[in-house]
């Protein structure tokens, strides 16, 4: 079971992640100004969120300064997210002057874009063995959390008056590793090294299913509960627990992240699918399901730019900011303006034309996935086995050295994470055992890790390494 510093990791991931779906704006705005007005305010929210964006991505050093500093500074950010999204709320509601609820989009935009570096960090440095099983939790977690949309006013509206508020005190209070690598500005790598084959497609499945919707619903996010969500909650929920139930019962890492991108690709194109065949008989299943599956396509585009700032020492402002924020900025246009757009330009009923550009869209993501697979598994097959492993004896010394461990501590780690017992390896090494129990808890301080089994994970996951 998580423990109560999980649980300040997964409550907080929770409350951040409805932010992308349209239930979250669209509860402020659905009785307050009609469709135009909220696409005006969501689509000026997405731009501001790409400027701040970009300017940390400029000057990183700001970003790692405010992350860097007393924790209780993202809770301000939090408060003033959770404040500006209120603020747009009541201006629309008491007809206030345009500027005020551009201070408020501006403030929901600055918030919202610390937020997402905050726990994009935290989930970049944790170590622990259910890392992943904490972050599916998360995910499902938040899907409860929106049914509380369908409650009456004002309860519906405590998502997304505090969500960002809660997240921030979660963080606040989340006590993180006490050994925590550096994904600054200066780590090593580029954008360039993230880019691989399962993140661009990652990212071509986020935007066409942008486009899809945007066809489905012709740009508009305005939100009502009790109309056409039901299928769609139904199966977000399932597809979130069974994610669960597989983190559960597989260890983190990059298998296990394709076994569950496999699962959502394969609902995405179910999706594709029955647009295709059944749209114009069953319009909300088959939307449901798209919609549902562009969702959790998002969700692991960030874990797996989560995976590649770990393994490969990258930027984490740089990475998330321009492979997941501005992602999701330019889906977001892409799915309230210029599909729209296209549409209107087309000038025919949705049932004529969009079955068949679902079907050859399916089929391009069908024929690109599997050329991604066949050129994976070529690439396997020609690595030599040990071709991408250190030996353990070098990957305990690596380890040393970035901790600053003693030569003593660096071969207790060797013995230890062997999984000897602390007897053998006093004996080993021709200590006491109390001696050895001294050094395995100096190194575990000093590493940031509480067990036997974190040494052990921590250690492979090292000698995976080139």
């Known amino acids: 079971m998580p423990s109560a510093n999980d649980w300040l990791f997964i409550i907080g991931l929770a409350c951040y992640w409805p932010a992308f779906r349209n239930s979250f704006f669209g509860l402020v705005f659905a009785e307050n100004g009609g469709n135009a007005q909220f696409d005006v305010e969501y689509l000026l929210f997405l731009g501001l969120v790409a400027v701040v964006c970009s300017a940390c991505l400029l000057r990183n050093s700001i970003v790692d300064r405010i992350l860097g500093s007393k924790r209780i500074v993202v809770f301000g950010f939090g408060v003033l997210a959770s404040a500006g999204i209120s603020l747009s709320y009541f201006c629309g509601l008491f007809d206030l002057p345009w500027g005020f609820s551009f201070a408020g989009t501006f403030l929901s935009a600055s918030g919202f874009v610390v937020i997402t570096f905050a726990w994009s960090l935290e989930a970049a440095r944790s170590r622990e063995r259910n890392m992943f099983l904490n972050i599916a939790m998360s995910f499902f977690l938040s899907f409860i959390l929106s049914l509380t949309s369908l409650l009456p006013n004002p309860v519906s509206l405590a998502l997304p008056f505090l969500s960002w508020m809660v997240s921030g005190a979660a963080y606040t209070a989340y006590q993180p590793p006490r050994t925590r690598p550096d994904y600054s500005q200066n780590a090593q790598g580029s954008v360039r090294s993230a880019l691989s084959g399962l993140v661009i497609l990652l990212i071509a499945f986020l935007v066409i299913g942008a486009i899809i919707r945007g066809f489905l619903y012709f740009g508009t996010i305005s939100y009502s509960p009790e109309q056409g969500t039901y299928s769609r909650r139904a199966i977000s929920l399932a597809l979130s627990l069974i994610i669960v139930c597989i983190a559960y019962r597989a260890d983190t890492g990059r298998p296990l992240l394709f076994w569950l991108w496999t699962l959502v690709a394969l609902v995405f194109f179910c999706g594709l699918f029955l647009i295709g065949a059944l749209y114009p008989a069953m319009p909300e299943l088959a939307s449901g399901v798209a919609i549902s599956g562009r969702t959790f396509v998002s969700f692991f585009l960030w874990v797996a730019l989560i995976l590649a700032v770990r393994e490969k020492r990258l930027s984490l402002v740089s990475v998330v900011g321009s492979l997941f924020v501005l992602v999701e900025c330019v889906s977001g246009f892409c799915s309230y303006f210029v599909a729209p757009e296209i ?124």
């Open 343 to 466: 549409a209107r330009t087309i000038d025919l009923p949705i049932a004529t034309y969009l079955p068949a550009f679902a079907l050859l869209i399916a089929f391009i993501l069908v024929a690109s996935t599997i050329v991604f697979l066949a050129l994976l598994a070529n690439r396997k097959l020609a690595e030599l086995p040990t071709a991408n492993r250190l030996s353990r004896e070098a990957a305990c010394t690596a380890l040393a050295e970035e901790h600053g461990l003693t030569a003593r501590e660096a071969e207790v780690m060797l013995e230890f994470s062997q999984g000897n017992s602390l007897k053998k390896v006093a004996e080993t090494m021709y200590i006491s055992t109390s001696t050895a129990q001294t050094h395995v808890k100096s190194l575990y301080r000093k590493m940031g890790i509480h067990s036997k089994q974190e040494l052990i994970d921590l250690v492979g996951e090292c000698m995976g390494e080139r």
